[in-house]
């Protein structure tokens, strides 16, 4: 994501002797700059904020048991105990 070389932006004491011709050239040169760095700010939004798959992973089967489950709960417990986690997880991810 490099710039490449940019072009020589004039500083204070050179900004009083430019002609309107170069303060244009200086406008587009900051606004493509500009417009390149909000780019590269709505990649990185949608990279740090963006939904990913792995948020949205949820027990393929209702009836499987998890491990935190107890070795002799009843099926129907365990499956009303799974459908409840899902419940809790939909309702927390997807305010």
Request: hydrophobic share 35%; aromatic share 8%; net charge positive.
């Amino acid at each position: 994501m490099s710039e490449g070389p940019s072009k020589h932006e004039p500083v204070d004491t050179e900004m009083s002797d430019l002609t309107a011709a170069q303060w244009r050239e200086v406008t587009r040169s900051q606004a493509a700059r500009i417009q390149s760095l909000e780019h590269r700010i709505a990649w990185f939004e949608r990279q740090f904020f963006g939904s990913k798959s792995e948020r949205l992973s949820l027990i393929e089967n209702p009836a499987q048991l998890s491990l935190s489950e107890a070795p002799g709960e009843s099926q129907k417990a365990a499956t009303a105990r799974t459908l409840d986690r899902q419940r809790l997880y939909r309702a927390l991810c997807f305010r």
